[in-house]
């Protein structure tokens, strides 16, 4: 019967012969590959040289403090694990070398018992550490991947869709029917959805790798919500709707990344005005205390079903009406909540079915 042995490497830096021969015996025991010594600088020259995956270190050493060697092998060493031992019942130095990067720490005298599992959960701790390296590094990949494949492969040939549709128009020019024209505004308008759901897309996967905010600034608030509002102003006149605002002059900076808050208001003001009747009112309200500056937007639309409300932040979620008279791809929430949360923000919504919607963005001061 063959047993499973690890043979992760273990590292006793001390100087008693004692307790480095009593490491060894205990961990060799447990399958693993011991090395020890006595000094400081040997300690650190045989970890830059065979990377251990676990290192017991003395704090009390002559010659090189145990807390110098937790520095160099931690800034050396990737993914080491260092479990401090400590020769006197010095619960501070413990701390300070837990401080410093240090996992753990065993007080001597120290039984085999609790050598092997404050090892056992060192290791375990290690593999952990790499496991999720890996997995974030994975998860960065395949966003890359998935920017690249949007833009190339769906992005590009939508533009080129919409190039040739163009020309069609000019080449036919008079020659078409009006069915026919009819029917390649259709498609005009079809890709030009198709279009918006892909940059929304790919904004929302941009927002997710910290690309598409790469530099904050002092924000004037006051002139961001100006501009999202000018931007729905003709919207707003087309369907009959009043627009109007509230936002004191004396409104406390904000730091953030202007164009991707005026998109904000835009979604915000503009879902607003999409899910509001003719003659409805959408309100824009700005206020502060010491911490937080608010803006609510505040509409007199049909309202969201409180059973779907916990939901409409989620990518792609539409609340599903008796009549589909709108369009939209389900991504505007999803894209402001992140570009709020990039911010250090929130955003909140309340809402009556039939009688309306609020929305209320608040970011730290
Ligand atoms: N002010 C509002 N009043 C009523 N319903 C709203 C309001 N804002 C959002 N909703 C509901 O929440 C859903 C999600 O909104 P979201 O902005 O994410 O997507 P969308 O407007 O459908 O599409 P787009 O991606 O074009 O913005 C909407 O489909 C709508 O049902
Ligand atoms: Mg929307």
């Given amino acids: 019967m063959s047993e499973k042995v690890s043979r992760e490497l273990i590292l006793v830096i001390d100087d008693e012969e004692t307790i480095r021969d009593g490491c060894r ?40 403090s145990g807390l110098e060697i937790i520095d160099v092998l931690l800034e050396d060493i990737p993914y080491v694990v ?32 609790q050598l092997r599992a404050v090892t056992k ?37 939508l533009v080129t869709i919409q190039q040739y549709m163009e020309a069609l128009k000019i080449v036919a020019g008079g020659c078409l029917s009006g069915e026919a024209v009819d029917i390649i505004e259709r498609c005009d ?51 009959e709707i009043t627009l109007e605002k509230d936002v004191p002059e004396d409104l406390p900076m904000i730091i953030g990344d202007g164009e991707s808050l005026v998109r904000v208001f835009v979604n915000i003001i503009g879902n607003a005005t999409k899910y509001t009747s003719a003659g409805g009112r959408i309100f824009v309200r700005a206020e502060y205390d010491n911490h937080y500056v608010s803006v609510s937007v505040c509409d007199t639309g049909r309202g969201i079903p409180g059973d779907n409300l ?50 209320v963005l608040r970011f730290p001061r």
Wanted: aromatic share 6%; net charge neutral.
């Fill in 121 to 157: 959960r060192g290791l375990e701790h290690r593999n952990l550490r790499i496991e999720a390296k890996m997995l974030r590094d994975a998860k960065e990949q395949v966003e890359k991947d998935f920017i690249t494949f949007v833009s190339h492969e769906m992005r590009s040939p």
């Fill in 189 to 239: 308008k079809r890709i030009r959805n198709l279009e918006d759901l892909v940059e929304h897309w790919l904004d929302i996967s941009r927002i997710d790798n910290g690309t598409l905010i790469r530099e904050k600034g002092l924000l004037d608030l006051p002139g961001i919500i100006t501009r999202g509002m000018e931007d729905m102003k003709p919207l707003c006149e087309k369907r």
């Fill in 82 to 113: 260092l479990v401090v031992i400590t020769g006197y019942a010095s619960i501070v130095s413990a701390v300070e070398s837990m401080k410093r990067g240090a996992y753990d720490y065993l007080p001597k005298p120290f039984t085999p018992d």
């Fill in 25 to 64: 015996q205990v961990l060799e025991k447990s399958g693993h590959a011991v090395i020890t010594t006595g000094n400081g600088l040997d300690g650190i020259r045989i970890a830059r040289e065979k990377h251990p995956d676990l290192v017991f270190v003395d704090l009390k050493m002559p010659g090189m």
């Fill in 310 to 359: 916990p939901f409409i932040f989620e990518p792609f979620y539409r609340v599903k009406g008796e009549v589909e008279d709108q369009r939209g791809s389900g991504l505007g929430l999803a894209f402001c909540k992140r570009i709020m949360e990039a911010h250090g923000g929130r955003i909140d919504v309340s809402s009556e079915e039939g009688k309306g919607t609020t929305f």
